[in-house]
């Protein structure tokens, strides 16, 4: 998944109305039709949003002429989670480094003060 | 994100709606050690950088209008410059900076980190706020490579090193 790919993830999703049609697709595939049903717009607003979730690749819609039900596509979700995890891991190790760090601090200062530890929690 | 191995795991919230990027993590040290690894530059050097790059501080001015500017520099010479302004440096409780990679220079993050008191422990979390969700995507994107080469190479042998 490039970074643009990704960028029109989050894009396709910012959005509350296209985040509550994933929602629903999320259940059971639907139509246009059926999507647009709740909401107080058109079926072609309806469409439109669907248009934009395609292009991100979270929802396809099969070549079936008389329905064409849309589908999501959950794994795009996995990978989108993929990364976020993977910027969280980064995180974590410097964290990590960080924790060494305070470690040999706190030895430091053991060393040079007389450490006064009597508070009760 | 709830079951992990390590107590003191980093939590990560990236909203869909906003252009943020919010990390929580806990560290066993009070607020007032937390603060000046933050701070000093030779304590900083010891930990930002990623593992790959050598980091150089050429400032590291961590107060109320200070400023800092930094280099990872590759094993092939290649260097990544960063730079930006302390807006605020509040001791062992809070502090505000800009920050910019320099050859994005347009792009400009907020970053808020606030130490919090957990009674011999600290509680730290840092908010990063840019101006666009794409913005916000190529951050998180920017993690990918140096998360998956690195690994917890580094940490395993820091771990090892504190037994």
Redesign the interface.
């Given at each position: 998944m490039t970074?643009d790919r990704?960028?029109q993830v989050?894009?396709a999703?910012?959005d509350p109305t296209r985040?509550d049609i994933v929602a629903r697709l999320a259940s059971a595939d639907a139509t246009v039709n059926e999507l647009a049903e709740p909401y107080d717009v058109s079926v072609q607003a309806v469409s439109k949003h669907i248009r934009v979730l395609e292009d991100a690749g979270l929802v396809s819609r099969t070549r079936d002429a008389q329905r064409r039900p849309c589908h999501l596509e959950a794994e795009v979700f996995d990978l989108m989670t993929k990364?976020?995890e993977?910027?969280?891991?980064?995180?974590?190790?410097?964290?990590?480094?960080?924790?060494?760090?305070?470690?040999r601090?706190?030895g430091e200062?053991s060393d040079t003060e007389t450490r006064t530890?009597g508070?009760a929690? | 994100m709830s079951t992990t191995t390590h107590h003191n795991e980093t939590q990560i919230v990236a909203d869909p709606n906003l252009p943020t990027i919010v990390l929580v993590r806990e560290f066993e040290a009070s607020p007032e050690l937390v603060f000046r690894a933050y701070t000093e530059p030779e304590l900083v050097r010891q930990w930002l950088g990623p593992r790959r790059l050598t980091m150089h501080i050429d400032r590291y001015d961590a107060r109320t209008d200070g400023s800092y500017r930094f280099r990872h520099i590759d094993t092939d010479g290649t260097e990544y410059r960063f730079r930006g302004v302390f807006h605020e440096v509040r001791p062992h409780d809070r502090i505000v900076q800009t920050f910019t990679y320099e050859d994005v220079p347009e792009g400009v993050s907020l970053e808020t980190a606030t130490f919090e008191d957990l009674g011999g422990r600290t509680r730290v979390t840092t908010t990063s706020v840019v101006d666009t969700m794409e913005a916000r995507d190529a951050m998180i994107a920017s993690g990918m490579e140096t998360g998956i080469k690195e690994g917890y190479e580094r940490l395993d042998e820091l771990l090892a090193g504190m037994k």
């Amino acid at each position: 998944m490039t970074e643009d790919r990704l960028s029109q993830v989050f894009a396709a999703l910012a959005d509350p109305t296209r985040r509550d049609i994933v929602a629903r697709l999320a259940s059971a595939d639907a139509t246009v039709n059926e999507l647009a049903e709740p909401y107080d717009v058109s079926v072609q607003a309806v469409s439109k949003h669907i248009r934009v979730l395609e292009d991100a690749g979270l929802v396809s819609r099969t070549r079936d002429a008389q329905r064409r039900p849309c589908h999501l596509e959950a794994e795009v979700f996995d990978l989108m989670t993929k990364w976020i995890e993977r910027y969280r891991q980064e995180a974590e190790e410097r964290f990590r480094r960080l924790d060494a760090v305070l470690e040999r601090m706190k030895g430091e200062v053991s060393d040079t003060e007389t450490r006064t530890e009597g508070q009760a929690s | 994100m709830s079951t992990t191995t390590h107590h003191n795991e980093t939590q990560i919230v990236a909203d869909p709606n906003l252009p943020t990027i919010v990390l929580v993590r806990e560290f066993e040290a009070s607020p007032e050690l937390v603060f000046r690894a933050y701070t000093e530059p030779e304590l900083v050097r010891q930990w930002l950088g990623p593992r790959r790059l050598t980091m150089h501080i050429d400032r590291y001015d961590a107060r109320t209008d200070g400023s800092y500017r930094f280099r990872h520099i590759d094993t092939d010479g290649t260097e990544y410059r960063f730079r930006g302004v302390f807006h605020e440096v509040r001791p062992h409780d809070r502090i505000v900076q800009t920050f910019t990679y320099e050859d994005v220079p347009e792009g400009v993050s907020l970053e808020t980190a606030t130490f919090e008191d957990l009674g011999g422990r600290t509680r730290v979390t840092t908010t990063s706020v840019v101006d666009t969700m794409e913005a916000r995507d190529a951050m998180i994107a920017s993690g990918m490579e140096t998360g998956i080469k690195e690994g917890y190479e580094r940490l395993d042998e820091l771990l090892a090193g504190m037994k």
